[in-house]
């Protein structure tokens, strides 16, 4: 199964860098790339150290009831799930990241999923909003606007519902019976068991308040990013208005949702040129942009990454982990 959604990237990724690179004329894209401003990239890449770092506060705020973290912790964990990210395909991140808080801490594998779910929903949301209010403000192809309608609409129910079954365990409790019953009655109290480790972790958002924390901080770190995003423009004399960047920032990122291969190559680059291009940006420098852009959100995490892994001796095993430990209860107990 783990092979076929590698193929299933890594076709999906081929499929996008050739509709990238189709049109381009080689000789106009390395003359754009030669182009650009070394002092802009360099204010981009402070502007997402920002961003990574308010995610990382981010999720070390869902997780202070039942987990507390320091900042310096939350931050590291974070980096090398991006690196993990960036480096492998299938977004491996997300299971290193519980895989690592599991370890150091006892808390279930499950419980750390559930809150690393809350913060992709989050994540999604936030940038289908970016991009549908750069479209509502300035236009858009129709590719993008049928991008931000399914997907926001997506994103728009799963919030729904994660803030119904955090804020009412009770219709939480009930929906996991209802779906019990369909599980065979020997896999049943396994199958109970991790349901209810997942939902412990959904206890953190169950007031309002938590959302309103956790939504203010999820905005605050896809607007660093959108920064970063204009820093680049900037680096090559795009000229547009701020906030078509927040347009760029939210089709790039809400593209890596569908299948590819590591960091979202392929489909980040081609959703990024596709913003800017509708805005009059030439094809080959709109493509040397989103070329530019990406490497600028992945080379730095996983050199980032990787250099923390070798420091805390984890080896890079870590970026590996199994996946089955998540469903192993944790040390002493659920929690």
């Not at 090559?236 to 949702?257: E, K, P, R, T």
């Not at 852009?293 to 870590?318: E, N, Q, Y």
């Amino acid at each position: 199964m783990r092979s076929l959604r590698i193929l299933i990237g890594l076709g999906v990724s081929a499929l996008f860098l050739v509709l990238l690179l189709a049109k381009v004329d080689r000789a106009e894209l390395l003359e754009s790339l030669q182009g650009v401003s070394p002092a802009w990239i360099a204010v981009s890449l402070v502007f997402f150290g920002g961003s990574v770092w308010t995610r990382a506060q981010r999720w070390a705020a869902i997780l202070r009831p039942i987990a507390p973290l320091t900042q310096t912790e939350a931050a590291s964990l974070m980096t090398i799930g991006l690196a993990a990210n960036n480096v492998l395909p299938a977004r491996t991140g997300e299971i290193v990241r519980a895989v690592l808080l599991k370890r150091q801490r006892g808390i279930s594998g499950f419980a750390v999923l559930a809150t690393i779910i809350v913060e992709r929903i989050l994540d999604g949301l936030v940038l289908a909003i970016f991009l549908a209010a750069t479209i509502a403000l300035a236009g858009g192809t129709d590719i993008l606007r049928l991008f931000a309608a399914l997907v926001g609409g997506a994103f728009l129910v799963l919030t729904l519902l994660a803030m119904l079954l955090a804020m009412r365990p009770v219709v939480a409790q009930r929906l996991t019976a209802f779906g019990l019953r369909f599980v065979p009655g020997r896999l049943r109290g396994r199958v109970d068991g991790w349901a209810q480790r997942f939902l412990s972790g959904l206890a953190p958002m169950k007031t309002g308040r938590s959302w309103v924390v956790v939504g203010g901080l999820t905005t605050l770190s896809w607007t660093l990013e959108a920064f970063s995003c204009w820093a680049v423009g900037q680096a090559f004399g795009l000229g547009l208005d701020l906030g078509i960047y927040f347009g760029v920032c939210g089709a790039a990122n809400l593209s890596m949702a569908a299948p590819s291969t590591s960091g979202g190559i392929g489909p980040y680059e081609y959703f990024a040129r596709e913003v800017v291009g509708r805005f009059g940006v030439a094809t080959a420098l709109g493509t040397a942009y989103a070329l530019v852009l990406h490497a600028t959100m992945l080379i730095p995490v996983a050199v980032v990454g990787l250099f923390l892994i070798w420091r805390k001796d984890l080896g890079l095993s870590t970026l590996t982990p199994d996946a089955s430990e998540i469903a192993e209860p944790a040390p002493g107990g659920v929690r």
